[in-house]
Structures are given as structure tokens and as C-alpha cells.
């Protein structure tokens, strides 16, 4: 019998470990501890944003923006203080508050006990909780950490790209997107729908330019630049979520659900990735390899 998780790990490991935004949907809910307190992945991403620059292999690029700005580049203002980490249980008295006056009347008293404030900074080093991938961060405001959004049905976020930086193919699971491309720079965009419209709807923005993603539409933002980028994304939730596909579905999901999702290939590389793709199983596909044994089914 053959391995189960090499076929994929050998086939699929670098586009795991190429997966920038991964702290998006894994780590934004509960990282407010600082620069260490989200670092326990086996890679060697940087512990803060500002001291990254020069370990990712983008400092020529980045070097000429700070020159050009001090301690402020493109990506941000590296002195930066955090934004204030709400008392946990604060959204959950929010949201059950009478009135939106009564909700406004407590924000206002948390505003004035400093215990939240009525901005939210996307600087990265603002947002020491969230790790970075080698591509760039994403910086979410949603009501957890930033409780003024409670009951707007509103978020947004700042999406830093280095260089050529991916943000890889993820779904909101409760928000449609409007992302609109801050620098002058290249960017490109594309999602698929669902099941019966699954071509590729995609463009390419550049300055002040944007564009949407429907509510649970599977999407993805490429810089294609050799420069930084940044954008900026509008979500019509307070709660909009995340979920990363390859990081979740190769990541999370049993290694023999995967392999019976991807047809039981014995073996996926570099050489067969794209002829492969043409003979993905159709849902439902036959079953786990363990349930073909035990049942005498050939496979
Ligand atoms: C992170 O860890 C480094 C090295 O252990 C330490 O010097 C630094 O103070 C820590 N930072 C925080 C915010 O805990
Ligand atoms: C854009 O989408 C079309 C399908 O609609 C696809 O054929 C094409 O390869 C995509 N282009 C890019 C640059 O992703």
C-alpha cells in the first residue's frame, strides 16, 4: 500500500509552505499576544514585520522605499503601536445589548477606559499577532478586534504583498469582498463561483482600481509587481471568516479523504500536476482507500 501523505506532501509541499496568507483565517481571531506569541510554525518567518524585510530576499526592493520614507515604507509604518486587545466576552455583551444606543453607550465607556479605541491601525506593526507568510499579511478588523464593528455588518481589511506575493486561493464564508488596489502597482485578481460556473472570472487592477468576490466564491490576489503592493478590502460582515483551500483541505482534512478527493494518485509532480488536474474526481468520488480494502472493491 502506498503512503498516504507522501503523495501529497511530495507533490503539494510547496505550494503548503508558499502560503502567504495563511495567518489570515488561522491565527486573526485570537493573536493578541505579541510578536511571539503566534511564531510556532517550523518556517522562519520573520517576528515582526519591520525586521522581516531584510531576511525575505526583498530588501533592494523594499530599501528604496524606505529611504524615500524613513521608518515608513509601502508596508507600512514600522513603529507602529498595536491596536488595544479587547477584554474577551465584550463583543458577546454587545451583541446581546437592548438598543444600538445601549451598544453605543458601552463602546463609549470602553472608549473612555482607553480598553478600545475608535480606529484600527492595518500597519503590520500594528497587528503584531498576525504571522506573515514570505508573500506578505493580511490585517483583518473584524468586531473581535476591533469591537466598534459589532452589529455593523461591516469589516475590512489591509493586505500587504511583497514582492510577487500571493494571496492564495481562500473563501469568506460569510461576505462578499470589494478590494481596491492602493499603489501603483500591477495586480492580479480571479475567483471561481461553485459547482456549474467554474470558469475563472479574473482581471487585473492597477491604482485605485478595484474589484469583488462573492460570498463563498473561492479567490485569490496575485502582485505581479517586483515592487511591494497594497490593498485595501471592504467585507460585508462583522464576522467575515476565512478559509485557506490548499492549506486547509491538504492541512486539515484526513490524509485519506484527501487522497479518495484527488483520486487515490499514485503520484502527483511537477512533471504530471497539469495533465492530473484534467482527471480530478467528480463529488462524490468512490470512497477512502482503507473502505476499498476492507470492502474488496478494486481500486
Ligand atoms: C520575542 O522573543 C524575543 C527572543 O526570545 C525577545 O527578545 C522579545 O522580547 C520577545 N518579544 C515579545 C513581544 O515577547
Ligand atoms: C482568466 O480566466 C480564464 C477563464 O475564464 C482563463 O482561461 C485564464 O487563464 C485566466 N487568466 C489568468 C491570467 O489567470
Known amino acids: 500500500m502506498h503512503s498516504k501523505t507522501s503523495i501529497l506532501v511530495t507533490a503539494l509541499a510547496a505550494a503548503a509552505y508558499a502560503s502567504p496568507m495563511g495567518g489570515y483565517s488561522a491565527s486573526q481571531a485570537s493573536s493578541y499576544g505579541g510578536p511571539n506569541a503566534t511564531s510556532t510554525g517550523s518556517h522562519s518567518a520573520p517576528t515582526s514585520w519591520a525586521s522581516g524585510y531584510g531576511q525575505s530576499g526583498y530588501s533592494s526592493a523594499v530599501s528604496s522605499y524606505a529611504s524615500s520614507y ?22 458577546g ?28 491601525d492595518f500597519n503590520p506593526a500594528a ?67 461553485e459547482n456549474q460556473l467554474t470558469t475563472e472570472f479574473n482581471t487585473t487592477l492597477t491604482q485605485f482600481q478595484g474589484t469583488v468576490f462573492p460570498m463563498g466564491s473561492i479567490h485569490f490576489q496575485q502582485n505581479l509587481d517586483c515592487e511591494p503592493a497594497v490593498a485595501i478590502a471592504g467585507l ?23 487522497d479518495a478527493s484527488l483520486g487515490i494518485p499514485k503520484q502527483i509532480d ?25 470492502c474488496h472493491i478494486p481500486y
Not at 461591516?154 to 460569510?174: D, E, K
Not at 470512497?287 to 480494502?293: H, L, N, Q, R
Request: with cysteine.
Open 70 to 91: 524613513g521608518s515608513s515604507t509601502i508596508l507600512g509604518v514600522a513603529t507602529a503601536s498595536p491596536n488595544p486587545s479587547p477584554v474577551p466576552g465584550l463583543v
Open 93 to 120: 455583551k454587545l451583541l446581546t445589548d437592548d438598543t444600538t444606543v445601549d451598544r453605543f453607550n458601552d463602546i463609549q465607556g470602553e472608549l473612555n477606559a482607553g480598553a478600545i479605541s475608535l480606529k484600527f
Open 127 to 193: 497587528n503584531p499577532g498576525i504571522k506573515p507568510g514570505d508573500g506578505g499579511q493580511v490585517d483583518l478588523a473584524n468586531r473581535k478586534n476591533f469591537p466598534v464593528l459589532t452589529g455593523l455588518g461591516v469589516s475590512a481589511a489591509g493586505i500587504f504583498f511583497q514582492p510577487c506575493g500571493l494571496n492564495t486561493p481562500h473563501i469568506h464564508p460569510r461576505a462578499s469582498e470589494f478590494l481596491t488596489l492602493v499603489t501603483d502597482t500591477e495586480m492580479l485578481t480571479g475567483f471561481v463561483l
Open 236 to 258: 460585508n460582515s462583522d464576522d467575515p471568516g476565512a478559509s485557506s483551500l490548499a492549506q486547509n483541505f491538504i492541512g486539515a482534512i484526513d490524509p485519506a479523504v484527501v
Open 270 to 294: 511537477a512533471t504530471n500536476f497539469a495533465q492530473y488536474r484534467t482527471s480530478l474526481p467528480l463529488p462524490l468520488a468512490k470512497g477512502v482507500e482503507e473502505c476499498f480494502v476492507r
